[in-house]
């Protein structure tokens, strides 16, 4: 059994993820609503039992974006599902490897350590947010690790690309619709593609290190310039609105330790987008 199981592959990660997968020669299974509940235990039985891998792609960042009736809500799907998903391992005696998707909102409302502008925030650094979707993804890792195994959890910089939701798809949005983009002051913010974020996840898959990990573009940068940089290749006259707002990182992730285990060098973070922004024009 060499079958790699994506929680999530309706949306954009999991999706993209089983197209590079399957193009790497990779069997993949596919799990998402409606025809799979990945709260129910029998569901999430039989997909550790039919995969080698299982890489939990499921995210939610607005309540209720799962349908009023449906049992996946924000909470239930970034908190509840992944310690649901790591005890389904357990029963099978940890046979299946799980690579747990989670984000650098974890070290939302972490502050600069002084005479730090903006700090790397490592693996081994305490999480903590007053964020609600970093909250809830601060608890769904705590719960996968709950039932040991040494799962993988794989910390991710914001993503951008095609059909991927996130601040450089809204600010693109309103640059081009002429509207003006409000950004954090001290918002640290290094868009990541999704290409290389897919590459990394695949070199895991391969390699199950177990553990945490971080996953960004190289660099460090601030919203502000990354909105800028959105505006420059819009053109129009959008205005860029700086203002302050508790609950945002202070910091971004130092993903040098995975660098070791990639088999290709991490984009710029500025290089990286301006290439986007350059193929994205209409």
């Known amino acids: ?17 089983a197209v590079l997968l399957r193009e790497r020669g990779r069997r993949v299974n596919l799990y998402d609503l409606p025809e799979h509940d990945a709260l129910r235990r029998d569901v999430l039985d039989a997909i550790v ?27 239930s799907v970034n908190a509840v599902l992944p310690g649901r998903l790591a005890e389904a391992a357990a029963a099978r005696g940890h046979r ?9 909102a974890v070290f939302s409302s972490r502050r600069p350590e002084p005479g730090l502008r903006r700090p790397l925030f490592r ?20 719960a996968l690790q709950t039932w040991g195994g040494d799962p993988t959890i794989l910390r991710l910089g914001p993503l951008y690309g095609a059909g991927v939701p ?11 619709a002429g509207q ?14 999704l290409g290389a974020a897919l590459a990394a996840i695949a070199c895991l898959v391969e390699r199950r290190p177990g553990g945490v990990w971080h996953f960004a573009a190289a660099g460090c940068a601030e919203a502000a310039e ?7 290749a819009a053109g129009g006259d959008s205005e860029l609105r700086v203002a302050g707002r508790e609950g945002v990182p202070a910091g971004s992730l130092d993903a040098r330790r995975i660098d070791a285990l990639l088999d290709f060098p991490r984009p710029e973070w500025r290089a990286a987008l301006r290439q986007y922004l350059e193929e994205a024009k209409p």
């Not at 607005?62 to 009023?68: C, F, I, L, T, V």
């Not at 693996?123 to 705590?142: C, L, M, Q, W, Y």
């Open 1 to 17: 059994m060499n079958e790699v199981g994506i929680i999530g592959g309706k949306g954009a990660v999991g999706g993209a993820l």
């Open 49 to 75: 039992s039919a995969n080698a891998v299982v890489v939990n792609a499921a995210e939610v960042r607005r309540p209720g974006s799962h349908g009023a009736n449906s049992s996946l809500g924000n909470h």
């Open 96 to 104: 299946c490897a799980l690579i747990h998707l989670s984000h650098v």
């Open 123 to 142: 693996e081994r650094d305490a999480v903590f947010s007053t964020d609600p979707f970093g909250h809830t993804k601060i608890n769904g890792e705590k």
């Open 166 to 176: 996130g601040e450089v798809a809204d600010w693109l949005a309103l640059a081009r």
């Open 180 to 193: 003006p983009l409000e950004v954090a002051a001290g918002h640290a913010f290094t868009p990541t593609p």
């Open 226 to 232: 990354v909105a800028r940089e959105i505006l420059r």
